[in-house]
């Protein structure tokens, strides 16, 4: 139903059942909000949002009240503008002054409320919050005094993420946000997925930082710098930076790279490609061998924690593949150490990932062989903003260069693996052409692509049938879970554990919208519906790489090199 | 002997969680007050076990149970004081009562020395506002409590328990 309410003495449009927030934006009218989150229900516990609602004595939270059609409002009156101002001024009375040196400068919510409200003295002193850092995990760092304590992460963990990791801790003044027995991120339940650093309006939860360990080794003339950038970097770092993207971006990357200072530059896509061919392998051999357990994609670290804490059940299941990262990584310290004629400790191989989680597998239980690790640093796609910002480099300017060899190509399957159900659409794909010989159309994985955070299809392809289910956010896994105990029967289960895959990762730019977020997706399926290399087979780059280099290298022609291990973790769940 | 005092008390939370049917949320705060009252204090053990019981991570249990004052996660000493800290036991002076307790024994709220001997809690209101500041030693109520007596009532106490 749809009615007139009364706002700044204009009349406006609302329907029925939505809230006073959601009238008001869809008019063209801005209410500030710091606590809400779209799609979570409202708490209403910063009272930002608050109007001023003509009859009702006390200020109204807009995000949480539905709309009625007798209401009249006033959503900027002085009343309000000073409600508002007082908020953040308490905000800011116990908040540290270092915003020049905070990791969320010029890009933090409260900053920029702040400016908002037109705040220009601290009119109210508080004591300040005892600092405390937490740099225990190996992917996000936490600063209790920069927490505002609007409890964004605690409901981003909880209700997508369904991991649970932190809460309230304690009460009053001591509140502070911490995972069971407030101990460090270490130990605790924490999957590394990093979707509360997105949510996080203030640094008090950020990516810790490789830059100046990369920065140093860069500095290191006897040292090969080698970089690998995921499908997802060119677009991520022309959104950080703010210019248009468009194809030509994907190789003017490499340049900027190599004007950084990196000696090789290669794609992740290679990397996925191989994990494509591996997992096809592996889903034909479990058909044929007619095995009734599915085969759970692994390409996700942070599903692969939750599974080995949450779900210690499907370990023996989980593909033990590499993640692309980890595969790009080993061949860098295997064919290109031997190729470049280094030993592999002089190597130093960097990654840009649109992901947390990815730091956190780097230093994973057998990512390392005799002392050298796959991967010695992750970075995330704003830090490589940050450096190439540092070095001063003109992306609008650089010249359009191709990756090295033998990494330089990847398929187009490779980088819709960054999407929710790509890597699962690459594998079937791959399956489709290996028996029939013939492509799939793509119309048949529109099931897989979009919808809610549980999707399933199945695959006839000649006289093979293969269910796909297809997890992103990890509440989904509760539908997977009853959807098999109801008797389903899957062969291939793709998890990812953010919203809508990597293209929602925590090392993208923060004040993506959700439009933005859309035309990522968008953008890497036109480029497949174009590109020549479809999948991974058709791919040169992955032949040579298959029936020649792999091959002939002794070290790795066992392709074990490309598999790990996974096993039950200990922690406070 | 501590292996044995573990398996004791975990067999102790079991009989405290038998009572309950599990999958309940709202049992939970009855729950770990039980358990509370058994073994003197939540441990790390019975919050896992709690959890698991109703369902719930241990950071949520964790979560709510440091949001009441009347959980502690340290066992709690031989002599447990508790002294009052309402409005008015505050405006009596409570606070230069607390200072001293620090002082006297060297510890923080919530805290247990090392033997193990005291601990002390501030709360919020005991119901004696007329008779201000309180403390409670053991359950036993003290009233009208003035910083420089407590040098040698933590004294006696001290003496009682090490020479029991």
């Known amino acids: 139903m749809v009615f007139t309410i009364q706002v700044n003495n204009k009349k406006i449009r609302a329907e029925k059942g939505e809230t006073i927030l959601s009238a008001l934006n869809r008019n063209g009218i801005i209410i500030p909000t710091l606590c809400r989150m779209k799609d979570f229900t409202p708490t209403g516990a910063c009272r930002m949002c608050v109007v001023e609602v003509e009859g009702r004595d006390r200020l109204v939270t807009a995000c949480s009240q539905p709309v009625e059609e007798w209401m009249k409002i006033k959503t900027h009156s002085p009343r309000v503008i000073t409600a508002r101002k007082t908020i953040v001024e308490l905000l800011l009375s116990n908040h540290p002054d270092d915003c020049l040196y905070c990791d969320r400068n010029l890009d933090c919510e409260l900053q920029r409320l702040a400016e908002e409200l037109n705040i220009s003295e601290r ?105 690998q950038y995921s499908p997802l970097v060119p677009v991520g770092i022309a959104e950080e930076l703010g210019i248009r993207y468009n194809r030509d971006f994907d190789r003017i990357i490499n340049s900027v790279l190599r004007k950084i200072g990196f000696d090789k530059v290669f794609n992740t896509g290679t990397g996925t490609d191989i994990c494509i061919s591996e997992l096809t392998d592996q889903l034909m051999e479990r058909i044929e061998n007619k095995a009734d357990k599915p085969l759970y994609i692994t390409a996700c670290p942070a599903w692969v924690k939750y599974a080995e804490q949450f779900m210690p059940s499907v370990i023996p299941d989980l593909s033990t593949i590499k993640s692309p990262q980890q595969i790009t990584g080993v061949l860098i310290k295997t064919l290109v150490a031997g190729q470049s004629a280094v030993k592999p400790e002089k190597i130093f191989s960097v990654s840009v990932t649109p ?96 919808g809610n955070s549980f999707r399933e299809a199945s695959f006839s392809i000649g006289e093979i049938e293969i269910n796909v289910a297809v997890v992103d956010g990890l509440k989904g896994l509760e539908k997977l879970k009853a959807s098999q105990a109801a008797g389903k029967r899957y062969d291939l289960i793709e998890v990812m554990t953010c919203p809508g895959g990597c293209i929602n990762g925590a090392g993208l730019t923060f004040n993506g919208s959700k439009d933005e977020k859309k035309s990522r997706a968008k953008m890497i399926y036109q480029a497949d519906e174009s590109d020549a290399v479809s999948l991974p087979c058709k791919s040169p780059v992955l032949r040579n790489l298959y029936e020649k280099l792999i091959k002939e290298n002794k070290e790795i022609s066992d392709k074990k090199i490309f598999y790990t291990h996974f096993e039950k973790r200990n922690v406070l769940l | 002997m501590y292996y044995i005092s573990m398996v004791l008390m975990s067999t102790k939370i079991d009989l405290i969680l038998k009572k309950y049917k599990p999958g309940r949320r709202e049992d939970l705060i009855p729950m770990l007050q039980e ?120 004294k006696k106490l001290r003496y009682i328990i090490e020479n029991e």
């Open chain 2, 35 to 154: 358990i509370q009252d058994d073994s003197g204090y939540l441990s790390e053990e019975a919050i896992i076990r709690a959890g698991s019981f109703v369902g719930l991570s241990t950071t949520k249990i964790y979560g709510l149970a440091t949001f009441y004052d009347q959980f502690r996660f340290l066992p709690a000493g031989k002599v447990q004081i508790k002294i009052c800290n309402g409005t008015s036991c505050f405006l009596n002076g409570s606070q230069y009562v607390i200072n001293k307790i620090m002082e006297e024994t060297g510890l923080d709220p919530g805290q247990t020395g090392r033997d193990g001997i005291f601990s002390y809690e501030i709360e919020t209101c005991m119901g004696g506002c007329n008779h201000g500041p309180v403390i409670s030693v053991n359950g036993e109520y003290h009233t009208h409590i003035k910083a420089d007596q407590l040098p040698e009532l933590i």
């Open chain 1, 123 to 227: 009119r109210i002193r508080s004591k300040k919050i005892k600092p405390r850092l937490d740099q225990s995990s190996p992917a996000i760092v936490r600063e209790l005094s920069k927490c505002i304590l609007c409890g964004r992460c605690i409901r981003v963990c909880e209700e997508i993420i369904t991991s649970t990791s932190i809460d309230f801790i304690n009460k009053g003044k001591s509140t502070h946000v911490g995972p069971a027995m407030d101990r460090d991120f270490n130990f605790s339940s924490c999957i590394h997925c990093g979707q509360c650093v997105v949510v996080c309006p203030t640094a008090a939860l950020h990516e810790k930082h490789n830059i100046t360990e990369v920065q140093e080794y860069l500095n290191k003339p006897e040292i090969l710098k080698v970089i």
């Open chain 1, 355 to 450: 992901c947390t989680a990815m730091k956190f597998e780097a230093r994973r239980d057998g990512m390392m062989r005799k002392g050298i690790s796959d991967v010695d640093a992750v970075l995330t796609i704003r830090e490589l903003a940050r450096l190439i910002r540092l070095y001063g480099i003109d992306v609008t300017n650089a010249d359009q260069e191709p990756a090295d060899e033998p990494m330089e190509g990847r398929s187009s399957v490779s980088a819709i693996a960054e999407v929710s159900g790509g890597l699962a659409e690459g594998v079937i794909r791959s399956a489709w052409f290996r028996i029939s010989k013939t492509e799939a159309e793509r119309q048949l994985f529109k099931k897989l692509r979009s």
